[in-house]
């Protein structure tokens, strides 16, 4: 094509959007699965358009300068995102990890040149954690401190509330889809973690197509990372509908937010569709994608569906969940 790419922003965005011609046939599905192929971002999952979009931002605003350090709090994909562009634009990356990442995730931000911590390693997390007085706006609040604190500059990027992070979806993630299939989207599947993903494609899909539904999946409850012993978890992702968790735990973004339906998914069921999708149509997925695939295929059985589009957001490819029990069977 006779361009040579300089920087790995340049990668981000215009993703795939893959039918699984082969998986509806298998599964006699009368609905189209689409799934935005989310692993071809440079770093391997969607959370690198808003790594990329929130430094845009913070560079637009003067609020970081080379040699800065970002400051993060992330399941994994949003620090390997802001690892990669930070090493790529002379930024250092301090992320503090909320336990039970896969040993992927991991060696992937230190491969990239970051600095790992552990949420409780951030001022007040463990004592609030063992007092119960631990929310998302303590945590936000304990890592704007620790910046705070430190003798050179660091900056609190903050997914939670940073409006860019919403906003690229809004600007590009539902633009690409909506020309991709050429305005005809049903429905949207999306695994929120932040809900930074589902909240700017519910806005930008509720404007094109009033009649669109936004469906939410969330691991049910004997598959959430911290539950017990359990290895059948769905990792990078939150809770979302569920009334029995405390808003004060959940994501901001997701809190008012105006959804049609949330689907509890066992962590062996997106197993088992990641691994029926690899075999079908050799696409290789992750944790949350499998749910994502798995909740489509519900929706995709609905008599009412037949006919329809539905698009499902796949975060990320398998490669980091190796040493699960998603592919280790
Ligand atoms: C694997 C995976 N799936 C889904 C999500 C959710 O994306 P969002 O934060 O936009 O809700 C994340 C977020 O980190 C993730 O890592």
């Given amino acids: 094509m006779g361009k040579i790419v300089k920087n790995i922003a340049e990668l981000v965005g215009h993703t ?3 039918e699984f011609v082969n998986y509806e046939k298998e599964n006699d599905l009368k609905a189209t699965i689409l799934g935005k192929l989310e692993y071809f971002n440079p770093s391997g999952s969607v959370k690198d358009r808003a ?9 637009r605003d003067g609020l970081l300068k080379p040699g800065d350090t ?15 562009f930070a090493a790529s634009r002379g930024y250092k990356l301090t992320v503090f990890l909320e336990p039970g990442q896969s040993v992927e995730r991991q060696t992937m931000l230190k491969a990239y ?49 940073n409006p860019a992070n919403p906003g690229v979806h809004y600007e590009h993630t539902g633009p690409e889809i909506w020309e991709d299939a050429d305005g005809k989207v049903d429905i949207i599947v999306s695994a929120p973690g932040t809900a930074g993903t589902i909240t700017g494609l519910a806005k930008f899909f509720r404007e094109k197509n009033p009649d669109v539904k ?34 004060a735990l959940k994501a901001p973004f997701i809190v008012g937010f105006d959804y049609d339906e ?8 997106a197993y088992a569709a990641g691994r029926q999708i690899a075999r079908a149509d050799g696409v290789f997925l992750g944790q949350s994608a499998g749910a994502a695939i798995y909740a489509a295929t ?15 957001i796949l975060a990320d490819n398998g490669m980091k969940y190796l040493s699960t029990n998603m592919y280790m069977e």
């Fill in 214 to 247: 936004i469906v939410a999946v969330q691991a049910d409850k004997e598959s959430r990372a911290g539950v017990g012993e359990n290895p059948q978890t769905i990792d990078g992702i939150a809770p979302f509908g569920d009334e029995g968790f405390p808003d």
């Fill in 70 to 84: 970002i400051v993060e709090n992330t399941s994994g994909n949003t620090g390997i995102g802001l690892a990669a």
């Fill in 16 to 18: 795939p959007l893959f």
């Fill in 51 to 59: 790594a990329l979009n929130m430094i845009l931002a913070a560079e």
């Fill in 262 to 269: 949330c689907i509890d998914v066992k962590g062996e069921d």
């Fill in 298 to 312: 519900l929706l995709a059985k609905r008599q009412e569906n037949a006919g329809k589009n539905i698009v499902a």
């Fill in 113 to 161: 040149g970051a600095t790992l911590k552990f949420l409780p390693e951030a001022p007040g997390v463990a004592e609030a954690l063992q007092n119960g007085t631990f929310s998302t706006e303590f945590y936000q609040e304990a890592l704007q401190k620790y910046c705070d604190e430190q003798p050179t500059r660091h900056y609190f990027i903050n997914q939670l509330a």
